[in-house]
Structures are given as C-alpha cells and as structure tokens.
C-alpha cells in the first residue's frame, strides 16, 4: 500500500501547505467566488479544491498554480526559487572558485 504524502511530510511543511491553502481560501472569500466557482475555473472537481484549502499535499503543483492565477496571485511563482535570491547556491558557488587564474600558453606554430 502507498504511503500517503502527508506521513512522511515534516510538520513543518505540513503547517506550510495548510496555511497557502488558508490564504486562497481567503482570497477566493475576499474576491466574492464561491467553491464551485473555483472549481470550475481550475478545472476540478469541488472536492479536490476542498484539498487545494485545506493544504492537501496530495493536490498537484498544477492545481495550486491554477487557484493562484484564478485569483490573479500566480506573479510570485517565478521568483520562488529564483537562482538570484538563492543564498546558499551563490555561496556554494563562491566557495567553488579557483584560488588562482593561469593562463594558459598558445602553442607556437611550426
């Protein structure tokens, strides 16, 4: 039997799903959409938008990503893992350089 997502899932990560899915959920409220509304939108059914609020782990990146751009929030996607913003890959990347520079010696043509 498969185990489901949410067992094996930090507390942490968990805490954060729920929490983007209470945020939509007050987002949709604050747009005056109804949950069929959205389900339709995003092309699900109304219980599998029910996960999407209540965080589910088991709901797609795809279906997060759609309730986002239905309520017009899906700009930030971009910029979550922007390689830019990333501190720890840009030090790694610092820490990597060589110590010294040579330059290598063009043969000399016969």
Same mark, same amino acid.
């Given at each position: 039997?498969?185990?489901?997502?949410? #067992?094996?899932?930090?507390?942490?990560? @968990?805490?954060?799903?729920? +929490?983007?899915?209470?945020?939509? $959920?007050? *987002?949709? /409220?604050? @747009?005056?959409?109804?949950?069929?509304?959205? *389900?339709? @939108?995003?092309?699900?059914?109304?219980?599998?938008?029910? +996960?999407?609020? @209540?965080?589910? &782990? $088991?709901? $797609?990146? =795809?279906? %997060? *990503?759609? *309730?986002? %751009?239905?309520?017009?929030?899906?700009?930030?996607?971009?910029?979550?893992?922007?390689? $830019?913003? #990333?501190?720890? =890959?840009?030090?790694?990347?610092?820490?990597?350089? &060589?110590?010294?520079? /040579?330059?290598? +010696?063009?043969?000399?043509?016969?």
């Amino acid at each position: 039997m498969k185990t489901p997502n949410r #067992d094996v899932l930090p507390a942490r990560l @968990r805490r954060l799903l729920a +929490k983007l899915g209470g945020d939509i $959920s007050i *987002a949709r /409220r604050k @747009r005056g959409l109804t949950v069929d509304m959205m *389900a339709e @939108r995003i092309g699900v059914t109304k219980p599998t938008y029910l +996960k999407v609020e @209540r965080g589910d &782990p $088991s709901v $797609s990146m =795809g279906v %997060f *990503a759609m *309730a986002l %751009f239905v309520l017009g929030l899906h700009e930030g996607l971009g910029t979550l893992v922007d390689a $830019s913003r #990333d501190d720890t =890959g840009l030090l790694l990347d610092t820490e990597r350089l &060589p110590k010294r520079v /040579r330059v290598h +010696k063009e043969p000399t043509p016969l």
